[in-house]
T-cell receptor, first 115, second 115 residues
C-alpha cells in the first residue's frame, strides 16, 4: 500500500513565524503535490514537483515555497506565517506508471492554525 | 476562475436509495476525471475515474457518467450506505499539462446518508 505521511496532524503557530510542513512518501513516486483545503473552496494546488529539485507553481503559490532535495520528501515552507494561511494542508504523490492514470495518493493532512 | 464546479455543497439521502453527485467543468481540454472521497481528519482517497473516450464507468455500487457535450459528470451510488457519508470531490486533468499530471479539484459535496 502506498503511504504518504505528514509530519504533524495539528500545528499552531504565531503570525510571522517560519513554518515547515514535511511530507514523505514510500512508493518511489515521481510527482508530489501540496494543496490546501478550505470550506467552500475545495482543494487548491499550492506547488508541485515532478522530480528532485524541480518545482512548479500551482494555483495559489503566494506566501509559500517548497523544497524537494530527495525523491521521497517534499517540504512546504511558509516564510512568514499569516492568519489567512490557517487551513488544512494536504500532501499527495503520484506515479506516471500508476495503474490508474493520474491517481494521487494523499496524506492525512496537517491542520495549521496561525494566531 | 473555478474550472471544476460542484454546485451542491451538501446532499442528504436515505439509506438504500440512490445518491447522485454532480460536477461541471469549463475547460474543454480536460480528458480524464476522477472522484475522491474524504472523511473528516483523513486525506482524500480515490474512488473511481473515467476517461473522455468513455461515457460510463462502473465499479460495484459506484458508477460515473460523463457527458462531454454538456461538460458534465455525475457519480451515482446505489444503494447508498451510512458509511458513504463523506465529502466527495470531483477532479479533472488534461493531457499535456506537463509531467506532473496536475488535477483540478471541485469544491466538494458533503453527502449524508441517513438511516
Amino acid at each position: 500500500d502506498v503511504k504518504v505521511t505528514q509530519s504533524s496532524r495539528y500545528l499552531v503557530k504565531r503570525t510571522g513565524e517560519k513554518v515547515f510542513l514535511e511530507c514523505v512518501q514510500d512508493m518511489d513516486h515521481e510527482n508530489m503535490f501540496w494543496y490546501r483545503q478550505d470550506p467552500g473552496l475545495g482543494l487548491r494546488l499550492i506547488y508541485f514537483s515532478y522530480d528532485v529539485k524541480m518545482k512548479e507553481k500551482g494555483d495559489i503559490p503566494e506566501g509559500y515555497s517548497v523544497s524537494r532535495e530527495k525523491k521521497e520528501r517534499f517540504s512546504l515552507i511558509l516564510e512568514s506565517a499569516s492568519t489567512n494561511q490557517t487551513s488544512m494542508y494536504l500532501c499527495a504523490s503520484s506515479s506516471l506508471a500508476g495503474k490508474v492514470y493520474n491517481e494521487q495518493f494523499f496524506g492525512p493532512g496537517t491542520r495549521l492554525t496561525v494566531l | 476562475d473555478q474550472q471544476v464546479k460542484q454546485n451542491s455543497p451538501s446532499l442528504s439521502v436515505q439509506e438504500g436509495r440512490i445518491s447522485i453527485l454532480n460536477c461541471d467543468y469549463t475547460n474543454s481540454m480536460f480528458d480524464y476525471f476522477l472522484w475522491y472521497k474524504k472523511y473528516p481528519a483523513e486525506g482524500p482517497t480515490f474512488l473511481i475515474s473515467i476517461s473522455s473516450i468513455k461515457d460510463k464507468n462502473e465499479d460495484g455500487r459506484f458508477t460515473v457518467f460523463l457527458n462531454k457535450s454538456a461538460k458534465h459528470l455525475s457519480l451515482h451510488i446505489v444503494p447508498s450506505q451510512p458509511g458513504d457519508s463523506a465529502v466527495y470531490f470531483c477532479a479533472a486533468s488534461a493531457l499535456g499539462t506537463g509531467t506532473a499530471s496536475k488535477l483540478t479539484f471541485g469544491t466538494g459535496t458533503r453527502l449524508q446518508v441517513t438511516l
